[in-house]
C-alpha cells in the first residue's frame, strides 16, 4: 500500500490530528514541532500522545515525520541565531521520544555568505553536539531548492555533512521533489539518472522519506514554490513515474502542497488511485 499523507497541524493535539489522517485516508503524518516561526513548544499531553498512538496504531498510520521550524538555521553568522537553533533541536528530539521510531526534519540552514564550508561546519558542530547514541528518533537532513544562500543544494552538500558527522547512524535524508526539481536535477526527463546519482553521491539507504510537491517554477530555477499535484510544471505523469518507481514506492511520501485538509485528501485519493501494488 502507498504510504501517503500530509503536514497537518497539531495546534489542537496529537490526537486531534491523528482524527485529521484518518479523515483523508493518510497513512503517514508530517507536523511541525512548534510554531514555524520558532516559538515555544507546548509541553507534551502524555495521554494525549497515547492516544494519538493508539489511533495510529489501528489505522496503520506507520511513518510520523516531526518538522523543525523553517526559521531555524544552524549555520547563521550570528551566535546567537546558531545557539537559538541547537537549543531548539535539543529539546524537539527530547519531545519526539515520546514516539519512538520517528523522524524529524529540518532545513539544513543557510550561509548568509559566510561560504558553503563554514556552513556545513556549523551544521555538523551542532548535530555532533545534539545526536545522542540513545536516541530513537532519525535525523533527515531535507534537500534544498539552493534559495539564496541555502545550504543542502546539491548531493554532495548533503554528503558532506552525513560524513563529518559521529553518530551518523542516526542520520537520513528527506528528499523535496519541487526542491531538487528547482535546483536542478530534472526528475521530469531522467528520473533514473538522478536516484543513480543519489545513490552514488549519498547512497540510497540513507533514503528514508519524500516530501512529494509540484512545483510552480522550472527546473534549476532556485526558487522553492511548492504547487498542487499535477499544477506544476513536474506534471502528474513524472510523480506517477516517482511513486510507482522500484527505488522510492516504498518509502513514505508526504504532501507539502498548498491545500487545506480537503484538497489534501482528493490528492491522497488521486495519488493512491495511480499506485500500482
Ligand atoms: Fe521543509
Ligand atoms: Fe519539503
Ligand atoms: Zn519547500
Redesign the pocket.
Known amino acids: 500500500m502507498l504510504k501517503i499523507g500530509c503536514h497537518l497541524s497539531v495546534s489542537k493535539g496529537f490526537y486531534e490530528m491523528g482524527k485529521d489522517a484518518v479523515k483523508i485516508n493518510a497513512n503517514t503524518i508530517q507536523f511541525f514541532t512548534r510554531n514555524p516561526r520558532g516559538g515555544s513548544a507546548k509541553p507534551i499531553d502524555e495521554n494525549d500522545v497515547e492516544k494519538f498512538l493508539n489511533l495510529a496504531k489501528e489505522n496503520n498510520i506507520e511513518s510520523l515525520l516531526a518538522h523543525a521550524p523553517y526559521t531555524l538555521n544552524a549555520c547563521a553568522k550570528d551566535e546567537s541565531i546558531r545557539k537559538f537553533a541547537k537549543e531548539t533541536m535539543e529539546d524537539d528530539l527530547k519531545r519526539m521520544q515520546y514516539f519512538k521510531e520517528s523522524m524529524y526534519n529540518f532545513h539544513p540552514g543557510s550561509h548568509v555568505g559566510q561560504g558553503v564550508e563554514i556552513g556545513i561546519k556549523y551544521i555538523v558542530e551542532m548535530l555532533n553536539d545534539i545526536l545522542k547514541e540513545e536516541q530513537t528518533t532519525t535525523v533527515l537532513l531535507e534537500t534544498m531548492?539552493g534559495k539564496g544562500s541555502e545550504v543542502g543544494r546539491n548531493f554532495e552538500e548533503i554528503k558532506e555533512i552525513i560524513d563529518k558527522v559521529k553518530l551518523d547512524g542516526h542520520l537520513g535524508v528527506c528528499l523535496?521533489t519541487?526542491?531538487i526539481f528547482d535546483g536542478g536535477y530534472d526528475i521530469v526527463s531522467h528520473l533514473d539518472d538522478v536516484l543513480d546519482e543519489f545513490d552514488k553521491v549519498i547512497g540510497l539507504s540513507r533514503l528514508k522519506a519524500i516530501h512529494l510537491n509540484d512545483s510552480l517554477n522550472t527546473l534549476g530555477s532556485h526558487k522553492?514554490r511548492?504547487a498542487k499535484i499535477g499544477e506544476g510544471n513536474i506534471g502528474i505523469d513524472a510523480i506517477t513515474r516517482i511513486i510507482n518507481h522500484e527505488k522510492l514506492k516504498n518509502l513514505p511520501f508526504f504532501l507539502?502542497t498548498p491545500n487545506e485538509l480537503e484538497g489534501y485528501g482528493k490528492e491522497i485519493a488521486l495519488l493512491r488511485s495511480l499506485y500500482k501494488e
Open positions: 531548492a523535496d519541487c526542491h522553492d511548492h507539502e
